[in-house]
């Protein structure tokens, strides 16, 4: 087997990939803007083009304080958010004053074999530097022959001038394919904030 080599160092002169070689990374599908929305919903984009997805929700400002910022999915096209998931939740947080330190499950926080909301972040604070981001994979939503299985990092302002660093994983325990996503404050509006949605090759 013949070895080729690169006479020239510099790949500033590539301009394109064979089409065999994929470049990877991420594809932007669709970005909303949050103004005091009572919900955010991806209805489309989410399909079998891509084996994982991933939502980057960046400075997600509740209207009223002390709040969950949550998700749900739908197998129809949104017009249901009631798939069956079990997750579980933990969090580490730190006061701006030092206190607390602490990592811990939250019993409270998590779902076994329910079809309500999953709180991605909780005790978000509406004074108005306040607010959480981070992200949520969905791996293989389109399968039709596993559950779907999701994972999500994020960080918040918490009400009491914590930061608070949640994680959450778990599975919608459906063998239908996952359509659509929506997100939402436990009450209240969002008040501002986007959302964005990238496939992921």
Known sequence: MALNFANNNS????????????????TLIQEQTASSSSTISFTSGIDSTYDSYVFKFINIHPATDNVSFSFNLSTDGGS??????????????????????????????DLAQSTSDQPLSNNVGNDNDQSA??????????????????????????????????????????????????FQMSSGNIESGVIKLYGIS
């Open 80 to 109: 249901n958010y009631n798939v069956t998931k079990t997750t579980t939740y933990f969090y580490a947080y730190l006061g701006e004053n030092g206190s607390y330190g602490i990592l811990e499950y939250v019993a409270g926080l």
């Open 11 to 26: 790949l500033s002169a590539i301009t394109s990939l064979p089409a065999t070689i994929s470049g990877g990374g991420m």
């Open 133 to 182: 981001s981070g992200e949520l994979f969905l791996f293989n939503p389109s399968s039709t022959t596993f559950v779907k299985h999701f994972i999500s990092t994020t960080n918040q302002y918490d009400r009491a001038d914590i930061s608070v660093n949640p994680r959450m994983a778990g599975y919608g325990n459906t063998t239908s394919s996952i359509d659509a996503v929506r």
